[in-house]
């Protein structure tokens, strides 16, 4: 436990805002109300807006199946890991946005991707701090701090404090946890939740 808690605080993440995340969503749950996040998405302009308000996706483990592959699902719903170097999105070198394979939520920008040399995907920040929620795993007999997409909960990979700068962190990504978009497409990532929330500010 010290160990985590210990992991939490070098990451400058408090440990009770951690715990009080986990117990609000299991109240929601328990009342029967979609729990809400608040997230950045893009418009139809191709730029990103927010933070907009809007409710979790839920879906059943049969309805995860039937949209993604079984590497996919591996990964993003059993908190799965790619073989490093094997990745189809390890050496992209385009500009543009990775996005996340099950819901659609922009992640990260192709102008914080780093040669990390791990064999994974690595990037010093997410497009958005919101966009990307963080939780503790001991699995494997290791204190690591998970990533997940903060709208659906998709597991991506595990963030680490040897990064770059300006953040000196190590977002390491899985490429089947991912979609990429390139920047001159961007608007085709338009959330409705932006048009709506653009509608009402009008």
């Known amino acids: 436990m010290w160990a985590g808690m210990m992991f939490i605080l070098m990451l400058g993440i408090p440990a009770v805002l951690l715990q009080g995340e ?3 969503a299991k109240a929601s749950e328990k009342k029967g109300k979609p729990q809400m996040v608040s997230v950045h998405v893009f418009n139809s302009e191709g730029k990103l807006v927010g933070p ?3 409710p979790m996706v839920v879906k059943t483990e049969a309805e995860w199946k039937q949209q993604l592959t079984e590497e996919q699902y591996r990964i993003t719903r059993r908190a799965g890991t790619e073989p490093p170097f094997c990745g189809n999105l390890l050496d992209n070198k385009k500009e543009g946005v990775y996005a996340c394979v099950c819901c659609g939520l922009p992640l990260f920008s192709s102008n914080a991707k ?4 791990t064999g994974w995907p690595s990037f010093f920040q997410p497009i958005a701090k919101t966009n990307v929620s963080q939780k ?6 290791m204190v690591r701090m998970e990533i997940n997409c903060a709208r659906c909960d998709a597991h991506l990979g595990h963030v680490f404090n040897d990064g770059p700068r300006p953040t000196g962190m190590r977002f390491c990504l899985n490429s089947e946890s991912l979609t990429f978009t390139e920047a001159s497409k961007l608007s085709s990532l338009a959330d409705p939740a932006a048009a709506k929330q653009e509608a009402k500010d009008r």
């Open 136 to 141: 503790v795993d001991r699995s494997h007999g």
């Open 52 to 54: 907009i308000a809007m």
């Open 114 to 117: 780093f040669q990390s040399g």
């Open 22 to 24: 986990s117990s609000a």
